[in-house]
């Protein structure tokens, strides 16, 4: 069946470092893929999202382009914030008749220090 | 975008007993769906709850143990019978887009079982 599969955590990075945390799927059809924030105390969050390949997906800094050929998508920042300390999570939907389904990868936990 | 409401927002419980997570929103979808995320674990899905028939249970997850109601268009509940410490967890109630490309969450439910 589709899967998702995270870079396991946490990762600690010091304020205004590079952030990637790596994503890659696996799925039968042609899947939309998501990126989810969970802030400290709070509800899931959509961050960015992309529904076909090559499309890049992009907020508050963050980016991801959907890679058909590597079967990835990727989460990246340029200039990491104390703020962005969450837990990020890689998500496709199959784009079945169960298209709002989500299949969530591990979650990744990032801490940003000051 | 959707709003969704859950209640209540946390419980605790004792073993044994029941609770009913209630989940509101704030326009008519055909399908929402419901989610357990165990402590420290990634989001899984239950079931997705069909408005005039009955849920459809992922593997894993049985009607006798998450007994779900979709008496209209904008609510739906989820029952946890029998708890044990084992299903505290937060339960999260969802929602897709028109078009199947983004899914909202509610701020979720979460559950402690003693």
């Known amino acids: 069946g589709d899967s998702v599969t995270q870079m396991e955590g946490p990762v600690t990075l010091s304020e205004e470092a590079f952030l990637t945390i790596n994503c890659t799927y696996t799925a039968t059809g042609y899947p939309s893929l998501f990126w989810y924030v969970q802030y400290p105390g709070e509800g899931l969050q959509l961050l960015l999202k992309a529904t076909k390949a090559d499309d890049k997906g992009s907020n508050k800094g963050f980016e991801a382009t959907y890679r058909k050929e590597t079967t990835s998508f990727h989460l990246e920042k340029g200039s990491v914030q104390v703020s962005d300390s969450a837990v990020y999570f890689c998500a496709l939907s199959d784009r079945g008749d169960s298209s709002y389904k989500l299949i969530f990868g591990s979650g990744t936990r990032l801490l940003v220090r000051p | 975008s959707a709003v969704i409401s859950q209640k209540p927002s946390r419980d605790i419980c004792q073993r044994g007993t029941s609770l009913t997570i209630q989940c509101q929103v704030d326009s008519q979808v055909t399908m929402m769906f419901w989610y357990r995320q165990q402590p420290g674990q990634s989001l899984t899905l239950i079931a997705t709850?069909?408005?005039?028939?009955?849920?459809?249970?992922e593997s894993g997850f049985v009607i006798d143990k998450f007994p779900i109601s979709r008496p209209n268009l904008t609510f739906s509940t989820l029952t946890v019978s029998n708890m044990s410490p084992e299903d505290s967890s937060i339960y999260l109630c969802s929602v897709g887009s028109p078009g199947g490309t983004e899914a909202f969450f509610g701020q979720g439910t979460r559950l402690t079982v003693v």
């Open positions: 709850a069909n408005q005039g028939s009955e849920a459809t249970y």
